[in-house]
């Protein structure tokens, strides 16, 4: 067996500064430490913290007033912020910078009198605090044929915008569909679509034609992940989503095999070593990697926690 380990692949800058909040927030403040949704979507990290002592919640009523809250990487809505100052919640925001930018870009275009066309997926955290933006002036399609159906106030005061984890191919698709349909139609000035899942998605397209089998380490509910195994079975390979080595069907390899190993953004690496070390011991595999392109994104901590940080 020949593994080809895909990269980038991996947390992201917005999970990186997102997980490291949460460990600050533990050590600074003592537990437990709330969060509103999961910190990330996956598996591993959730469970990691549940030990140290963070209590996931979907309700600020499940939160003690006056505790420590940290909102997760995903964002949410001015209602759940308004619930947080009259609960007097003590508020880490570890939204990441980029899914700040999709709101902001919501609340302008809002504010100049557009329908917003959101394209995203319903119930998603991300898409459910974007939607909390402007809950009236927005409007959420998932595929081109919703696009089809669309009916509109008012054709010449529209806008889109996307969820930040989505497939680069399918979201292009629907953007030519609404600029087919609605010709006025404007969008951000920068695609909203970020630049981890992009750089992800873009080397398991290169990669996958080298493969027999494709295995994605991710979450069943990590997005980001999800496109990564769509994509690589759009392009006729076998491929699987895994939370870690337990997932893997050895029944999936027979023979000498090339393997496509990648990570959705919120997928811990010591989870993909796992992965390759099973693989090694069961099939003897060879290991190599494959940079697509190097990422040197950073975001800056919370600012409570800057300070914290830097002793001040």
Request: charged share 25%; net charge neutral.
């Given at each position: 067996?020949?593994?080809?380990l895909?990269?980038?692949?991996?947390?992201?800058?917005?999970?990186?500064?997102?997980?490291?909040?949460?460990?600050?927030?533990?050590?600074?403040?003592?537990?437990?430490?709330?969060?509103?949704?999961?910190?990330?979507?996956?598996?591993w990290?959730?469970?990691e913290?549940?030990?140290?002592?963070?209590?996931?919640v979907?309700d600020?009523?499940?939160?003690?007033?006056?505790?420590h809250?940290?909102?997760?990487?995903h964002?949410?809505?001015?209602?759940?912020?308004?619930?947080?100052?009259?609960?007097?919640?003590?508020?880490?925001?570890?939204?990441?910078?980029?899914v700040i930018?999709?709101?902001?870009?919501?609340?302008?275009?809002?504010?100049?009198?557009?329908t917003?066309?959101?394209?995203?997926?319903?119930?998603?955290?991300?898409?459910?605090?974007?939607?909390?933006?402007?809950?009236?002036?927005?409007?959420?399609?998932?595929?081109?044929?919703e696009v089809?159906?669309?009916?509109?106030?008012?054709?010449?005061?529209?806008?889109?915008?996307t969820?930040?984890?989505?497939?680069?191919?399918?979201?292009?698709?629907?953007?030519?569909?609404?600029?087919q349909r609605?010709?006025?139609?404007?969008?951000p000035?920068?695609?909203?679509?970020?630049?981890?899942t992009?750089?992800?998605?873009?080397?398991?397209?290169?990669l996958?034609?080298?493969?027999?089998?494709?295995?994605?380490v991710?979450?069943?509910?990590?997005?980001?992940?999800?496109?990564?195994?769509?994509?690589?079975?759009?392009?006729?390979?076998?491929?699987?989503?895994?939370?870690?080595?337990?997932d893997?069907?050895?029944?999936?390899?027979s023979?000498s095999?090339?393997?496509?190993?990648?990570?959705?953004?919120?997928?811990?690496?010591s989870?993909v070593q796992?992965?390759?070390?099973?693989?090694?011991?069961?099939?003897?595999?060879?290991?190599?990697?494959?940079?697509?392109?190097k990422?040197?994104?950073?975001?800056?901590?919370?600012?409570?926690?800057?300070?914290?940080?830097?002793?001040?």
């Amino acid at each position: 067996m020949r593994i080809i380990l895909a990269a980038p692949r991996g947390f992201c800058a917005g999970v990186d500064v997102a997980i490291a909040s949460l460990r600050l927030a533990i050590r600074a403040y003592g537990t437990p430490v709330y969060v509103y949704h999961e910190i990330v979507h996956n598996k591993w990290v959730v469970d990691e913290f549940r030990k140290l002592g963070a209590v996931f919640v979907e309700d600020l009523s499940e939160v003690p007033q006056r505790a420590h809250l940290l909102y997760s990487a995903h964002g949410v809505s001015p209602a759940v912020r308004r619930i947080a100052v009259r609960r007097y919640l003590q508020v880490i925001d570890a939204t990441c910078p980029l899914v700040i930018k999709v709101h902001q870009e919501a609340i302008r275009y809002a504010r100049s009198g557009c329908t917003i066309v959101l394209i995203g997926h319903a119930g998603h955290d991300e898409v459910v605090g974007t939607m909390g933006e402007a809950p009236e002036s927005i409007l959420l399609v998932q595929t081109v044929e919703e696009v089809d159906r669309l009916e509109v106030p008012d054709p010449d005061k529209l806008a889109y915008l996307t969820q930040t984890t989505l497939s680069v191919d399918d979201t292009a698709q629907i953007i030519d569909r609404l600029r087919q349909r609605f010709q006025r139609i404007v969008g951000p000035p920068k695609e909203d679509i970020c630049y981890a899942t992009q750089n992800r998605q873009e080397a398991v397209r290169r990669l996958a034609c080298k493969a027999d089998i494709v295995l994605i380490v991710g979450s069943q509910n990590s997005s980001n992940s999800q496109r990564l195994a769509e994509l690589a079975r759009s392009d006729g390979v076998s491929a699987h989503l895994v939370d870690g080595p337990a997932d893997i069907d050895l029944g999936w390899f027979s023979g000498s095999k090339t393997v496509v190993i990648s990570a959705g953004a919120s997928a811990p690496e010591s989870v993909v070593q796992q992965c390759v070390a099973m693989l090694q011991e069961r099939f003897a595999a060879t290991v190599e990697s494959r940079t697509i392109c190097k990422e040197r994104v950073r975001f800056l901590l919370p600012k409570a926690l800057r300070e914290m940080s830097s002793g001040k």
